[in-house]
């Protein structure tokens, strides 16, 4: 531990200021509170703040980044994230700190996020103990209010004097470039940064009626509570602010910026919330998460139990801003979960600490939010609204996907959606993709001529697996759409015939017009080693039609089929799976011979913007292809 | 082939169409991409060929739901550019004043002065394809109108509370200060840019498609704000779309 | 001569702010009718106040106009502020004062530059002038940018300002914006020069018409008054801004949905030519020699000239905004809190609150209870006052012109019309209500 004066001090933030390599930024007031912001001086700081508005993370996830930018003439390229100054924050409380450490697990779990990792290796963190609490904070329940690493220099303050605990090289290094007058610490200082952060432990005027490592018991007991989450969430505004003032947030959501010349732009990503009312809808109007209760509690779910059976951790760090931003003080989460804890006692609920989960947190590989150049090579219209795209990307490669797999569509000026593949990886020079006319985007690509370009980023998604199924009898059930994905595994089977057993198709549609891919399924009935049974909902009279007439449940029945060895692969709209499930569960399927795919809002299609996130499982990483029997118990699946 | 484009105003202050003005420059980089064939304010020549109206101002009379009407024909898109033309704006202030006890003392014989009636955002009357929200808009927000529409898609708008962009902003919230906010059911998109320059939220964008008024209308009276004056609030921009509901 | 028959109407004039129509009926050489006729709809601005909070007021009224925002706001919290007592300090004062200047500069600008310039340089607007003569609009949009620019730092934005409020800012610029913003007006002077260059250069296309008659505005001992001063007329001794309504006496007309106004004649004309008749020697010195330029000097009776005022003014806001920003750093811009609400002790009262907005002289009048509620409005506002002087300027003007085409005819009305750069919305805002 090290001694400095705080005029020394002062003088050690005002010579990093004068540096013009660095930008420097520090906790300065703001109306009646207080805010990181740029120092134009060490006058400006005020290191006895209670809480700022907004979180540090500010610096290295900005409210609005740009990640790529396009030229139709050339393509689309990143934003180098490295071209940034490196940044000093001087003052971060410890459980500002203690979320950095969280996001940074989150931002590079699986796919590491380069925006975020280069601005964070090129900062520099001078933490302060808390001098002054405010009257939201828990920070101390939840084990944040001080901490041993995750800064490079920790001031406490000694009235006259700061001791400064050295976290790392770099702010060694700091001390040494910029400070004058640095003494060690003797027995007196140390004592007394001992005494002063016991005091903060005793600071919290909010208290839990229980230990926190209770909460992801709570909560798990907690989901279906008759009435609770709608009465706790009735005066609920949907405003947004407990998320976007949080630490440990991240939601993002990505939006296309064309300049007015309409030939170039940026492709730029903005906080996001998930108790936001759009947050789960997606082009053709649904929305997965729709009222108010359902998104407020998903906000408990993701900080207290779905992150920690991920992490380990609770993504709560205590610092009580969503609770004093919340006009309708509904978002304390101390009032909340005793509410919660008192209610379970009442019903007479056993809880018991959880178990240590299974944390396996790898970066495998770099985020690319950059699309591939591609052009058009086919385009052939299926339906009224429905058209079949043959797609071959610039640089000559190949998409190599997993059936079931998606991609992410780019066009110019316009944004990004997700759209399965549908075809074979069997066929290896292009890629065909069925696209409905819905939002924005599908009704661009569908004026967009053979010859023109596209971006695509994937494959993405988890797939169907091919080498498992192998062996295994095959009946498919597509809805509608859900015939395009369908067939990117359909038409591989039939490529690799000989590994499989025996393969039936069944296809619904609300009338005949509708019916996709219409010549290459009929070709189906010629063969004698497939089983195909189309049906549609009813035929108007000017339509002709011979096949079924019903539900496609009602085609269910018709096929003979051994429980034991067949493997149902559904894909329909999301009405449909409940039915067809109920029926197969009747012809004794087991669950886990039951494989869907599911279809979300999906931005980022890697599992960090939060978009897709159905309970703990992320749709575009841990999907879109799911086996039932493992999202049979997921609330929000079906 | 470039666009036509009209511009149209009915009763407003013509402020929104300022804001196209004060494109500055930028006017210059949109003159490449469409053809104007009306705007009063600026030009002498009109033309009833055009396939973008923009349209500014509420419906205050009957004789302007002709004129309305005839545009919706013209046009392939109507674009309605500034609260009074989307929500109603400040002119649908006056719907709540009890018309009946109110009577216009007027010199002479002035009887197109009692042509008035509720003051109207102009959807009650024709079909509309994108809004401009704002009292005035901002030229940001009608630039990205309009790059949408030119790209041919559907322009997105938030539809969540200026809170979102508040927050985004750092801004220290008007209750906390001791001020009264509408923010909170307030259609974003404006970045928050009153509550920027030091005050609150008004409500000029409108509500939000679902906004829990209830529940505002209860922290506007926790705060200490008396219901009467709470009830004020929402009239003031609010006036047409509270009483659709 | 005397058999010219023929009819001219104007549906909605061009180039002008809201909506007014011309009405011409010549028969045997003989002038029928000769009409300036408002058919905009009325807003009743007036009504809506009415029982409404005295914070709420300056945010109401500015919506009267979109061009002049600034003024009505301003006009509005002198009102309210002269009828509770509350007084603003002297640094409020000067940046209220550069906002008049950021507001005259915006609205004379685009008068002159897109609604006048057209017509004198023989085309129907300032879109051809985009191919044909670039260079100079790209300086009139820089001069434009330039007044937003320094209105957006002032007082938030340009159109409802919502810096503006009662007692004083909400937020107010650094010293450090205002130096910059300084700098910015300084460099603005050859561009300045160069568009009144232009404008000298198509000066012979500026009619040369004179009919006498009473100018109105405000004037004050210490400057050329735009925020500040007495009622002042050509005709008669200058008055305090409550006895607006001895000068105004607005008066209902058939052909219009706005009033009408007179004095001691039958009509007056307010705006950049009446300040300019009554506060020359307040003018600033580069201002001077602009007007100087096209000799114009007081009194002129030419409304055409009005451009030209609105030309020479824009120097003077530019000049005296210097000379403000200097004042300011000389005595050391006094920091106020973020988001600065003025104390305020809410009492009953009345008073008028008097400005000078791009056309002419504004006035709001209100009467507040003990509650700080409004009981009673009344706003006039200066295109009102010019109707008129609009309407006699044409029956001048037309016989004069008889021997012209029809179409040479219609655009000298019309010209006649934009010279008093009319807003016409802001006109309409009301008629008079009584309530039971």
Redesign the interface.
């Known amino acids: 531990m090290r001694i400095i004066s705080k005029e020394d001090f002062n003088k050690f933030v005002n010579s990093l200021i004068k540096d013009n390599s660095l930008n420097v930024a520090g906790v300065k007031s703001?109306?009646?509170?207080f805010?990181f912001g740029q120092l134009e001086s060490a006058g400006e700081l005020r290191l006895d703040y209670d809480v700022t508005?907004?979180p540090p993370k500010?610096y290295f996830f900005p409210?609005?980044e740009t990640l790529v930018t396009y030229d139709v003439a050339n393509g689309y390229s990143a934003k180098d994230p490295a071209e940034i100054k490196p940044t000093v924050i001087v003052g971060v409380h410890p459980y500002d700190i203690a979320a950095l450490l969280q996001m940074d697990e989150t931002f590079r779990e699986t796919k590491s996020d380069p925006y975020y990792s280069e601005k964070r290796k090129s900062s520099i963190i001078i933490g302060v103990n808390i001098q002054n609490m405010s009257k939201s904070c828990f920070a101390p329940q939840m084990g944040c209010a001080t901490i041993d690493q995750g800064y490079d220099l920790m001031l406490t303050d000694l009235g006259n004097r700061y001791a400064i605990t050295i976290g790392s090289h770099k702010g060694a290094e700091l001390l040494e470039k910029y400070a004058q007058n640095v003494t060690d610490a003797i027995a007196r200082d140390i004592q007394l940064v001992g005494q002063k952060k016991r005091e903060i432990m005793s600071a919290a005027t909010q208290k839990f009626d229980f230990e926190t490592e209770l909460i992801p018991e709570l909560l798990s007991k907690s989901y279906e509570e008759n009435g609770f989450w709608e009465k706790h969430a009735?005066?609920?505004?949907?405003?947004?602010?407990c998320v976007?003032?949080c630490p440990t947030c991240y939601c993002f959501d990505v939006?296309e910026n064309?300049d007015?010349?309409?030939k170039q732009g940026e492709r730029l990503r903005?906080?996001d919330?998930c108790l936001?009312?759009?947050f789960a809808k997606i082009a053709s109007g649904e929305n997965f998460r729709p009222t108010?209760p359902n998104r407020y509690r998903h906000r408990y779910f993701k900080k207290g139990k779905y992150l920690f059976d991920r992490f380990g951790f609770i993504s709560c760090v205590g610092c009580g801003r969503c609770s004093s931003?919340c006009?309708?003080d509904i978002a304390n989460p101390v009032n909340l979960f005793n509410d919660m804890y008192h209610e379970a006692l009442n019903m007479g609920v056993k809880m018991v600490p959880p178990s240590e989960p299974e944390i396996n947190i790898r970066t495998e590989s770099k985020i690319n939010f950059v699309p591939k150049l591609a052009t058009i090579v086919k385009k052939v219209p299926m339906t009224a609204n429905e058209m079949l795209f043959e797609i071959k990307l610039d640089d000559g490669s190949i998409l190599n996907h997993k059936p079931g797999q998606f991609v992410e569509v780019s066009v110019f000026?316009?944004?990004e959606a997700p759209i399965s593949v549908s075809s074979s990886p069997t066929k290896k020079e292009t890629f065909q993709l069925c696209v409905r006319k819905m939002?924005?985007?599908t009704?661009?690509l569908h004026?967009l001529n053979v010859g023109e370009k596209v971006g695509i980023r994937g494959p993405f998604g988890h797939g169907f697996d091919t080498e498992f199924l192998k062996g295994k009898d095959l009946l498919f059930v597509a809805g509608g759409l859900g015939i395009a994905p369908l067939r990117s595994l359909f038409n591989y089977v039939l490529d690799n015939r000989d590994y499989y057993g025996r393969v039936t198709l069944l296809y619904g549609c609300k009338e005949p017009r509708e019916l996709l891919f219409g010549e290459e399924l009929i070709a189906l009935e010629k063969r004698a080693d497939v089983e195909y049974k189309p049906t549609v909902d009813w035929c108007p009279e000017n339509e002709i039609w011979s096949g079924n007439i019903g539900v496609i449940t009602t085609l269910i029945p018709q096929v003979n089929f051994d429980p034991e060895t067949t493997y149902a692969i559904v894909v329909g709209p999301p009405i449909m799976y409940k039915f067809v499930i109920a029926d197969l569960k009747k012809r004794n399927v087991p669950d886990d011979h039951i494989i869907i795919s599911l279809e979300r809002r999906m931005k980022c299609g890697v599992g960090k913007c939060g978009h897709c996130q159905i309970n703990q499982l992320y749709v575009c990483k841990d999907g879109p292809v799911f086996n039932y029997s493992k999202i049979k118990g997921i609330p929000e699946a079906l | 082939m470039k666009p036509k484009v009209a511009f149209f105003d009915f009763a407003g202050c013509e402020g929104d169409q300022l804001q196209i003005a004060n494109l500055e420059e930028?006017i210059l980089?949109?003159l490449g991409?469409v053809e104007v064939v009306s705007f009063r304010e600026v030009m002498k020549e009109h033309s009833d060929n055009y396939d973008i109206a923009f349209v500014e101002g509420s419906c205050t009379r009957l004789q302007d739901e002709e004129r309305l009407k005839q545009i919706r024909k013209n046009a392939k898109i109507v674009v309605a550019i500034g609260s009074c033309a989307t929500i109603g704006g400040i002119n649908s202030l006056k719907n709540h004043k009890d018309l009946v006890n109110v009577r216009q003392t007027v010199y002479g014989n002035k009887a197109n002065l009692f042509d008035t009636y509720a003051a109207r955002p102009i959807d009650a009357v024709i079909p509309v394809d994108a809004y401009v929200h704002g009292c005035p808009m901002t030229k940001e927000e009608f630039?990205h109108v309009v790059?949408?529409l030119?790209?041919?898609?559907?322009p997105?708008i938030p539809?969540?509370?200026v809170?979102?962009e508040c927050?985004?902003?750092?801004?220290?919230?008007a209750?906390?200060?001791g001020q009264f906010c509408v923010g909170?059911?307030t259609r974003a998109g404006c970045n928050s840019c009153c509550v920027n320059e030091g005050t609150i939220c008004w409500g000029c964008r409108g509500l939000?498609?679902?906004?829990?008024e209830?529940?505002?209308k209860?922290?506007l009276i926790k705060?200490g704000l008396t219901v009467d004056d709470t009830i004020n609030k929402f009239k003031l921009y609010f006036g047409w779309q509270e009483m659709k509901k | 001569m005397e058999n010219k028959n023929f009819n001219v109407e104007v549906h909605h004039v061009t180039r002008v702010e809201g909506h007014g129509n011309i009405y011409v009926n010549v028969k045997n050489g003989t002038i029928e009718r000769c009409e300036w006729n408002i058919s905009e709809a009325p807003r009743f601005f007036e009504a809506m106040v009415v029982g409404r909070q005295w914070s709420e007021l300056h945010h109401i009224t500015s919506r009267i106009c979109g061009i002049c925002s600034i003024g009505h706001t301003l006009a509005s919290l002198k009102a309210t502020e002269a009828a509770m007592g509350i007084n603003i300090s002297d640094q409020d004062l000067k940046l209220r004062k550069l906002a008049l200047h950021a507001e005259n500069l915006q609205s004379h600008v685009l008068h002159v530059g897109f609604l006048v310039l057209p017509d004198l340089m023989g085309v129907g607007s300032v879109i051809p002038l985009a191919s044909s003569n670039p260079s100079e609009v790209k300086t009139v949009l820089g001069l434009h940018r330039l007044a937003n620019e320094m209105s957006n730092l002032v007082c938030g934005r340009t159109t409802h300002p919502q810096r503006l409020i009662p007692g004083g800012f909400s937020k107010i610029p650094t010293m450090k914006e205002l130096t910059a913003l300084r700098e910015k007006l300084k460099a603005s002077v050859p561009a300045l020069q160069a568009f009144a260059k232009l404008l000298q250069s198509l000066a012979p296309k500026i009619p040369e018409f004179v009919r006498e008659t009473e100018f109105i505005s405000l004037t004050s001992p210490s400057e050329y008054a735009l925020y500040d001063g007495k009622i002042a007329s050509t005709d008669t001794d200058a008055a305090p801004a409550r006895e607006y309504l001895s000068f105004t006496n607005e008066y209902v007309v058939p052909q219009s949905t706005a009033k009408w106004a007179k004095h001691v004649r039958e009509s007056y004309m307010v705006g950049a030519l009446a300040r300019l008749n009554i506060n020359y020697d307040k003018l600033s010195p580069l201002a001077k020699k602009t007007a100087e330029m096209f000799g114009l000097k007081p009194v002129c009776h030419n409304p055409f000239m009005n451009s030209v005022a609105q030309l020479v003014e824009v120097v003077h806001s530019v000049e005296d905004s210097i000379k403000l920003i200097n004042e300011l750093e000389a005595a050391g811009l006094k920091r106020q809190?973020?988001?600065n609400v003025p104390e305020v002790h809410v009492k009953a009262g009345q008073d008028v609150g008097a400005v000078e907005v791009p056309r002419g002289i504004l006035f709001h009048d209100y009467t507040y209870n003990e509650k700080g509620v409004c009981t009673k409005a009344n706003c006039i506002i200066p295109t009102n006052q010019n109707h008129g002087n609009i309407e006699l300027d044409m029956k001048a003007l037309l016989p004069k012109i008889l021997d012209k085409t029809e179409k040479e005819i219609e655009l000298s009305l019309e010209m006649l019309v934009r010279a008093y750069d009319p807003c016409i919305s802001c006109s309409t805002h009301a008629v008079k209500v009584h309530f039971i």
């Open positions: 703001k109306g009646n509170k805010a508005l907004l500010k409210q609005r009735e005066t609920c505004l949907a405003c947004g602010s976007l003032v939006k064309p007015l010349s309409l903005t906080w919330g936001l009312e759009d108010r931003n006009l309708p000026g316009v944004g939002g924005s985007l009704t661009k004026m | 930028e980089t949109l991409h630039l790059k949408s030119l790209l041919g898609k559907k997105e539809n969540y509370p809170c979102v927050k985004k902003n750092e801004n220290v919230c209750f906390e200060r909170t059911v939000v498609d679902n906004p829990n209830n529940s505002q209860e922290v705060y | 809190p973020d988001y």
